[in-house]
């Protein structure tokens, strides 16, 4: 076993377990998945996976989905109806949408310029 000067065993001494470094404190990640009555408890990704896995998660961020969804395109309704356009009817894409009206925008400052 290698012993460094600063006190920490060398990377190269494989004797030590993965859950303690050099100081004898636990790592990161043994803290992380640290025992609990011999059951290993999951890590925090592994949490969040399984939360993210419930069917109740699911549904509720479905639903959140949907809302924003729907302001979005209210939003893109909205200004839509700001724009001239020949016919005035006239379907357009969102990308249209943002196109026409940078192009608007900048129409109308050029004639507060003038």
Known sequence: ????????YSMADSTLP???DGHGSLTKKSREKSTVTGMATLTR???RRRR???QKYR???AT???VRVE?????FGELRKL?????PDKKLSKIEILRLAICYIMYLNQFLET
């Open 52 to 54: 993210r896995a419930t």
């Open 18 to 20: 993965d859950s303690v």
């Open 59 to 61: 549904m509720a961020h």
């Open 83 to 87: 724009l001239p356009t020949i016919p």
């Open 64 to 66: 959140r989905e949907r």
């Open 1 to 8: 076993m290698d012993f460094l000067p600063c006190g920490m």
């Open 45 to 47: 990704e592994e949490r």
């Open 71 to 75: 302001a979005f395109n209210v939003a």
